[in-house]
């Protein structure tokens, strides 16, 4: 199958969607530095290690659930009569 994979353009959600996960992938960046910071300073006895690599992971799904979702859909093929 060599077929070009044809898809529609992307709406407003999906552009909505796409911003949205460049956003939360830009958020992921101090999340990560603060999880290293206290990491690295309190250990993770501290209560709030776990908390900034929960943020880091939700971030980083987020950031992935929100770029599929701006991935527009490929066009149907058109309906065979017969």
Avoid: N, Y
Avoid at 29 to 35: N, S, V
């Amino acid at each position: 199958m060599t077929e070009e994979i044809i898809r529609k353009p992307r709406h407003i959600g999906h552009k909505i969607a796409l911003v949205g996960a460049a956003f939360c992938a830009l958020m992921m960046i101090p999340a990560i530095i603060a999880f290293g910071w206290f990491f690295f300073t309190r250990g993770m006895a501290d209560t709030w290690t776990p908390s900034m690599a929960a943020a880091v992971f939700f971030f980083g799904c987020c950031a992935g659930v929100l770029h599929a979702t701006s991935v527009p859909q490929p066009q149907l093929p058109p309906e065979s009569e017969g």
